[in-house]
């Protein structure tokens, strides 16, 4: 089992739809960050929430941390083919020393 | 400015052969840390250091070693290969674990 979950696995969509992906643990995280990864490439480091109930916006993306945080979500507006890609949450852990511990990702598609 | 750089991109072994990956960044980042990427896994932590001369196990460490003589450079060894490490690899840097992590553009490996 392991301690960040992250869904949905994949997801596949039509231009100008609206998407959101979600990262739940039962442990509470110290900070979370989201990163997105295009194929060849290694992560590149979206947002990172620190403050239970935070919200941040990236334009077209909409970032929150759970109130507990435990849990966080991204949101995306009016989906683009650009969007593509691997979206991972990681999370540090205060008893896991704050090394960052990342999610399975969430294969993002996004057809014209 | 680089940032993170990995050779080789590409790599085929054969059981039991050993290599290094090599990992060199040009931020003057204390802390680097090695991750293996499968499908469905997400990235996970191998080895990291969190400056010369001290490194220290991660999540999946059997199998592989690390050492950090400079600053700059934190190579992976893997020993005597196997198929189970076929797996892309990722090195990454970051000023603290507190703060951004910049990934290079990872080893595709392969053991055969």
């Known amino acids: 089992t392991q301690l960040l979950e992250q869904s949905p696995q994949f997801l596949s969509i039509q231009e100008g739809e609206n998407l959101t992906v979600y990262c739940n643990s039962s442990?509470?995280?110290?900070?979370l960050q989201w990163y997105r990864q295009e194929p060849g490439e290694g992560p590149v480091l979206l947002v990172t929430?620190?403050?239970?109930?935070e919200v941040k916006k990236l334009k077209r993306l909409t970032f929150q941390f759970g109130d507990a945080r435990k849990d966080s979500s991204l949101h995306i507006t009016a989906a683009q083919p650009g969007d593509t890609g691997l979206y991972l949450c990681a999370g540090k852990y205060m008893e896991y020393g704050n090394k960052l511990v990342f999610g399975a990702g969430t294969i993002l598609r996004v057809k014209s | 400015n680089a940032g993170v750089t990995q050779t080789p991109k590409f790599q085929v072994l054969k059981t039991g052969q050993s290599m290094t990956l090599q990992c060199a960044q040009d931020?003057?980042?204390?802390?680097m840390s090695w991750y293996r990427q499968d499908p469905g896994m997400g990235l996970r932590l191998i080895h990291y250091s969190v400056g010369a001369g001290i490194t220290d196990q991660g999540e999946v460490p059997n199998g592989y070693n690390v050492s950090r003589s400079t600053t700059e450079d934190f190579p992976l060894r893997l020993l005597s290969a196997a198929p189970s490490q076929t797996s892309v690899y990722f090195c990454?840097?970051?000023?603290?674990?507190?703060?951004?992590?910049?990934f290079g553009q990872g080893t595709r490996l392969t053991v055969v």
């Open positions: 442990s509470v995280f110290s900070s």
């Open positions: 929430v620190v403050t239970g109930g």
């Open positions: 990454a840097s970051s000023y603290s674990t507190f703060t951004e992590a910049f």
């Open positions: 931020m003057n980042h204390e802390y």
